[in-house]
């Protein structure tokens, strides 16, 4: 008996070990690898490009809009692409994405101003499927919660630490701001390019992933149509809640300056304020793998999501009355906006296809919803240029944080009503069935032994 237990400790023990590895080498080159798409993306933005305007309107802009119409383009036809696409085919993509990517930033560099901002276009385009062929390697584990949860963290730490190399490397190695970002992308290349290889290293989902997360497989056109429309309600109000909630989003980081008063803050505050808000955000949807019920993880994070945006909504609309200092209602803001959005960018849809058992993966979720998403982004960028309003920001955020945050609020509400319903539904039927095939059975062996008499 005493040898049967520790068998039994000893098996659990390697397994606790096992899953520790696991994590480090799956999240840690997830977490990297993303890290580094940032590398191809970001850094020219910490460039000012002062004094330099087309037709009237600002350089900068302009070519961030171009990057952005390339990433959007490339998230559309991601839709199928990531959708079909097989694992054998996922390092083949990754490494043409980033040559193709550091090219782009080559030509930058290379052509005259303002022409090389269409170089952006490129780099925009071949980037914009890397979240989704990066996640397809860690959805349905049972691991997958926590793994997506660091590959989250590069959301956090990636985009500021792409703008301090960036000026780094202008200040310190005084590089111009038209090469510096290929030259940053020449040190990504490989690092990338190997942390792709190990992804595709990573261990085949084992059975025991398989039965608690489903298996996944790509969608075809046909079966991407009939996915949507078998869940099409739920899929609507979250496609749309996200669209809004990205464009308020966008609005809080490109106009925060405008919104409440920095003065007397230091300029690192606010991007603490985002990284530990994140951080917390994380750590709560890493804490879902101890859930098993892909249920019950679901209508949690629909449950906390629906808590940020009605506290969204209850601050904004409640401004003058609660007198909060730019901090808090930062935070509050940060915290209410983010938890939707991570939610969504993480765990939410690799729960949702093994609770429901689609025939399916992740990526097209996501790919989708982004495409939603930076459509707004797009929206906002023009916005910003073309739009010149004199306007209360703090006034005019508030009023339409509020609204966001209420219509939001009953959209998430529906959406998790429509999940219960649906899946009691499902339970049913398949009592249902059981029942009726336990009917025949019972009717078959009835038969045999009158035949039998």
């Known amino acids: 008996m005493k040898t049967i237990i520790k068998a039994k400790s000893e098996l ?33 933005t910490a460039a000012s490009f002062d004094g330099i305007e087309v037709f009237g309107f600002d350089y900068k802009v302009l070519a961030t809009i171009i990057q952005i119409l390339g990433y959007l383009i490339a998230k559309f036809i991601g839709i199928k692409l990531i959708s079909e696409l097989k694992r054998e ?9 980033i040559v193709i990517a550091e090219l782009s930033l080559v030509a930058f560099g290379l052509l005259p101003t303002p022409y090389n901002m269409f170089a952006m276009f490129f780099n925009g385009l071949s980037l914009g499927c890397m979240w989704g062929v990066i996640f397809s390697f860690i959805e349905g584990r049972r691991m997958t919660d926590v793994l997506a949860s660091l590959l989250g963290i590069s959301i956090v730490i990636s985009s500021g630490t792409a703008k301090s190399v960036g000026l780094f490397v202008m200040d310190s190695l005084h590089v111009s701001e038209f090469w ?100 917390i955000i994380l750590a709560l949807f890493g804490t879902m793998v101890f859930v098993k019920s892909n249920m019950r993880v679901l209508v949690v994070l629909l449950g906390v999501v629906v808590a940020g945006t009605a506290t969204m909504s209850f601050v904004s609309f409640n401004y003058d009355f609660l007198q909060l200092d730019s901090i808090t209602w930062l935070f509050i803001q940060s915290l209410s906006l983010y938890i939707a959005y991570l939610c969504f960018q993480s765990v939410f849809f690799d729960r949702f296809i093994a609770c429901f058992k689609i025939k399916g993966n992740v990526g097209f979720f996501i790919v989708t919803i982004d495409f939603i998403g930076y459509t707004g982004t797009v929206f906002v960028l023009m916005f910003k240029e073309f739009v010149h309003a004199d306007i209360d920001w703090l006034e005019f955020y508030n009023l339409l ?53």
Request: proline share 3%.
């Open 180 to 279: 510096m970002p290929a030259l940053i992308g020449a040190f990504a290349l490989p690092l990338l390019a190997i942390l792709g290889y190990s992804l595709t290293r990573l261990p085949q989902p084992t059975a025991q992933d398989i039965a608690q997360k489903s298996n996944r497989v790509t969608l075809n056109g046909k079966q991407r149509k009939e996915l949507f429309v078998n869940f099409m309600p739920f899929l609507i109000l979250l496609f749309l809640a996200n669209l809004m909630l990205v464009i308020l989003r966008d609005i809080k980081e490109d106009f925060l300056v405008k919104i409440i008063d920095v003065s007397g803050h230091s300029s690192w505050m606010f991007a603490q304020v985002d990284t530990i808000v994140t951080l």
């Open 401 to 453: 944080s509020g609204y966001v945050g209420l219509i939001c609020t009953v959209a998430f509400t529906c959406a998790m009503f429509f999940l219960i319903q649906r899946s009691r539904r499902e339970k049913l039927q398949q009592k249902t069935v059981v029942g009726d095939a336990g009917m025949k059975i019972k009717g078959s062996s009835f038969g045999q032994t009158l035949a039998q008499i």
């Open 89 to 97: 085919n996922r390092l083949k993509f990754i490494l043409v994405s």
């Open 12 to 44: 659990s023990s390697n397994r606790k070990m096992s899953d520790l590895f696991f994590i480090l080498w799956a999240g840690g080159a997830a977490l990297l690898s993303y890290s580094l798409v940032y590398a191809f993306r970001k850094p020219f």
